[in-house]
Nanobody, 120 residues
Framework: QVQLVESGGGLVQAGGSLRLSCAAS????????MAWYRQAPGKQRELVAT??????NYLDSVKGRFTISRDNAKNTAYLQMDSLKPEDTAVYYC???????????????WGQGTQVTVSS
């Protein structure tokens, strides 16, 4: 079984920065892709950024401010968030598409979420 553990959330003022981390551990696996989602109170979960071996994609509202990256040696994804705005306030969730070696099957796994709060 693979688990994703997120960290790096917190409270910052508008214009500040945070760096979120998502570390995968557990069974022997290969990560095909990783992504960050967020969900604000009363809103649906939305895709913020995704990264594969050779590409990245971003939600329009975060382009130029957020950067997704991976450290394959550590099985960890990051989301660098700069110039934060109050509307970025949400619970941020890491998601990974994983190939498990034991069963040679793919699955989607989620982290527990980390709170990001941006004050005005």
């Amino acid at each position: 079984q693979v688990q994703l553990v997120e960290s790096g959330g917190g409270l910052v003022q508008a214009g500040g920065s945070l760096r979120l981390s998502c570390a995968a551990s557990g069974s022997i696996f290969i990560i095909n892709s990783m992504a960050w989602y967020r969900q604000a109170p009363g809103k649906q979960r939305e895709l913020v950024a995704t990264i594969t071996s050779d590409s990245t994609n971003y939600l329009d509202s975060v382009k130029g401010r957020f950067t997704i990256s991976r450290d394959n040696a550590k099985n960890t994804a990051y989301l660098q968030m700069d110039s934060l705005k109050p509307e970025d306030t949400a619970v941020y969730y890491c998601n990974a598409n994983i190939l498990t070696i034991l069963h040679m099957s793919t699955s989607s796994v989620w982290g527990q979420g980390t709170q990001v709060t941006v004050s005005s």
